[in-house]
């Protein structure tokens, strides 16, 4: 769930001008569950520009030096909402150029789901937008060292035809994913310099973490001769939704974030559900009962929703959730254990799958946004205790990282920003970002590893 308040350290020093570049693509009218509709090219990054804004980004040794250029593509592609109905959506994909033979050829491509945005205008495919932290990280790990990257904004936000975005809506969220990939395999077999490679990556961040685990489910579920996959990777996800909650709502410390999330998480599952409330006061303290209702996402800002009263403030960490001045009544915190919002919760929990392709979570133990322990590591002891062995990458401890410099980068590059902005104190109103980084770079060693 990345903090779109916050974006990922360094990323607002980047100011190199970007260059947008038009282009055509063939439309598909078909009806069919990814069929491709449009594929447009929104920009043109050469390697070089792209280690000028990794380096700015001081990123440049943990992600390693560019081999490729990237064609950045607007795609849009038809799915199902999560009411089964026909529905249109819109995703980025990120292709590799150039003469390397890294970025030419049969290329493995990653299918990435993107964490939590608050902005209804949220566009992988322009970086001009607020996706410029999530698209150029992709582009830096994964598209230029020659990993065809498919990422899709997801429905509710830039491209979808939906007017909510069904948050933490496994089965919804899978089908987005699955019909994506779809979509950019078809706009992937324009190409004439590359090719797909038999490769399938899955992973995703925070929202996304939970989506990529859920999108592994029902690929191995419903179509894994179609889409076999050869490692997933989710990151710092909700995957113990119910857990996290009760923890929550139980009189557990309240997580950064949560008056964001809050919103996105009621709202998706009345609209997919119908019945997690019969009004929004019955959720909802009063200052907040007639807005919060469809409130996210929105083409406001966090910070201009808390100006205009529609969130809690003064709330600078946005986890102002009960209590007074607080977004959730107090009779809706008490009744949680017998809600519907709850039972909707276990409905998207993903404690009990059983992964058939390589798993390896990753996170940071200290999280305020996504807590490690309830969600991470509770996973972990999940497959565990029925005898499947899922390594986690838990970047403040050394020895759960890969030997070697692929383990030594990622933790000593978390450990220099954690010292530079002034201890761990310090690090938190960005320490979910910063993970983002150095897992970003953990997947993509082991992805590399695997070609």
Same mark, same amino acid.
């Given at each position: 769930?990345?903090?779109?308040?916050?974006?990922?350290?360094?990323?607002?020093?980047?100011?190199?001008?970007?260059?947008?570049?038009? @282009?055509?693509?063939?439309?598909?009218?078909?009806?069919?569950?990814?069929?491709?509709?449009?594929?447009?090219?929104?920009? *043109?990054?050469?390697?070089? #520009?792209?280690?000028?804004?990794?380096?700015?980004?001081?990123?440049?040794?943990?992600?390693?030096?560019? #081999?490729?250029?990237?064609?950045?593509?607007?795609?849009? $592609?038809?799915?199902? %909402?999560?009411?089964?109905?026909?529905?249109?959506?819109?995703?980025?994909?990120?292709?590799?150029?150039?003469?390397?033979?890294?970025?030419?050829?049969?290329?493995?491509?990653?299918?990435?789901?993107?964490?939590?945005?608050?902005?209804?205008?949220l566009d992988l495919a322009n970086t001009?937008?607020?996706?410029?932290?999530?698209?150029?990280?992709?582009?830096?790990?994964?598209?230029?060292? @020659?990993?065809?990257?498919?990422?899709?904004?997801? +429905?509710?936000?830039?491209?979808?035809? *939906?007017?909510?975005?069904?948050?933490?809506?496994?089965?919804? /969220?899978?089908?987005?994913?699955?019909?994506?990939?779809?979509?950019? !395999?078809?706009?992937?077999?324009?190409?004439?310099?590359?090719?797909?490679?038999? +490769?399938?990556?899955?992973?995703?961040?925070?929202?996304?973490?939970?989506?990529?685990?859920?999108?592994?489910?029902?690929?191995?579920?419903?179509?894994?001769?179609?889409?076999?996959?050869?490692?997933?990777?989710?990151?710092?996800?909700?995957?113990?939704?119910?857990?996290?909650?009760?923890?929550?709502?139980?009189?557990?410390?309240? %997580?950064?974030?949560?008056?964001?999330?809050?919103?996105?998480?009621?709202?998706?599952?009345?609209?997919?559900?119908?019945?997690? $409330? *019969? +009004?929004?006061?019955?959720?909802?303290?009063?200052?907040?009962?007639?807005?919060?209702?469809?409130?996210?996402?929105?083409?406001?800002?966090?910070?201009?929703?808390?100006?205009? @009263?529609?969130?809690?403030?003064?709330?600078e960490n946005f986890s102002r959730l009960?209590?007074?001045?607080g977004l959730i009544n107090d009779s809706?915190? /008490?009744?949680?254990?017998?809600?519907?919002? #709850?039972?909707?919760? *276990?409905? %998207?929990?993903?404690?009990?799958?059983?992964?058939?392709?390589?798993?390896?979570?990753?996170?940071?133990?200290?999280?305020?946004?996504?807590?490690?322990?309830? %969600?991470?590591?509770?996973?972990?002891?999940?497959?565990?205790? #029925?005898?499947?062995?899922?390594?986690?990458?838990?970047?403040?401890?050394?020895?759960?990282?890969?030997?070697? &410099?692929?383990?030594?980068?990622? $933790?000593?590059?978390?450990?220099?920003?954690?010292?530079?902005?002034? @201890?761990?104190?310090?690090? !938190? &109103?960005?320490?979910?970002?910063?993970?983002?980084?150095?897992?970003?770079?953990?997947?993509?060693? $082991?992805?590399?590893?695997?070609?």
């Amino acid at each position: 769930m990345v903090l779109q308040r916050v974006k990922m350290i360094g990323l607002t020093v980047l100011s190199i001008a970007l260059t947008a570049c038009g @282009g055509g693509g063939p439309s598909d009218s078909s009806t069919q569950r990814g069929a491709l509709l449009e594929a447009v090219t929104t920009e *043109q990054w050469t390697a070089a #520009r792209l280690k000028s804004a990794i380096d700015a980004a001081q990123s440049g040794e943990l992600l390693g030096v560019p #081999r490729c250029d990237v064609q950045l593509r607007h795609i849009r $592609y038809r799915t199902l %909402n999560p009411a089964g109905r026909p529905a249109t959506a819109a995703a980025a994909l990120m292709l590799p150029q150039g003469s390397d033979p890294a970025c030419r050829g049969a290329r493995p491509q990653l299918l990435y789901a993107h964490g939590t945005s608050e902005d209804k205008a949220l566009d992988l495919a322009n970086t001009k937008t607020s996706a410029m932290g999530d698209t150029l990280l992709l582009m830096a790990a994964f598209a230029t060292q @020659g990993i065809i990257v498919i990422a899709p904004n997801m +429905q509710g936000y830039e491209g979808s035809d *939906q007017d909510y975005h069904p948050y933490l809506n496994a089965e919804a /969220q899978a089908v987005d994913m699955i019909d994506a990939v779809r979509a950019g !395999k078809r706009a992937v077999q324009q190409e004439s310099s590359i090719s797909l490679g038999s +490769q399938l990556f899955l992973a995703g961040y925070s929202e996304g973490g939970h989506v990529a685990l859920a999108t592994q489910r029902v690929i191995e579920r419903d179509h894994a001769a179609e889409l076999p996959l050869a490692a997933v990777v989710p990151m710092s996800g909700p995957y113990n939704l119910v857990g996290f909650a009760d923890q929550i709502f139980g009189g557990g410390p309240v %997580n950064d974030g949560a008056t964001m999330f809050a919103p996105l998480l009621i709202n998706g599952y009345q609209r997919s559900d119908g019945d997690i $409330y *019969q +009004q929004p006061g019955d959720v909802y303290q009063p200052a907040f009962a007639s807005t919060a209702a469809g409130l996210l996402p929105s083409q406001s800002s966090l910070a201009e929703l808390q100006r205009a @009263g529609r969130l809690p403030s003064p709330d600078e960490n946005f986890s102002r959730l009960f209590g007074p001045g607080g977004l959730i009544n107090d009779s809706f915190r /008490q009744a949680f254990p017998g809600s519907k919002l #709850r039972q909707a919760m *276990q409905k %998207n929990t993903l404690l009990g799958f059983t992964p058939k392709a390589p798993l390896t979570l990753c996170g940071g133990a200290a999280d305020p946004v996504v807590f490690f322990a309830v %969600n991470t590591v509770a996973l972990q002891a999940d497959l565990s205790g #029925r005898g499947i062995k899922v390594p986690v990458w838990n970047i403040e401890d050394r020895a759960s990282l890969p030997v070697g &410099p692929g383990g030594d980068r990622p $933790y000593g590059w978390f450990d220099q920003v954690r010292t530079a902005v002034g @201890g761990a104190d310090a690090l !938190k &109103p960005t320490y979910h970002e910063v993970v983002a980084f150095a897992c970003a770079s953990l997947a993509q060693q $082991y992805f590399l590893s695997l070609r």
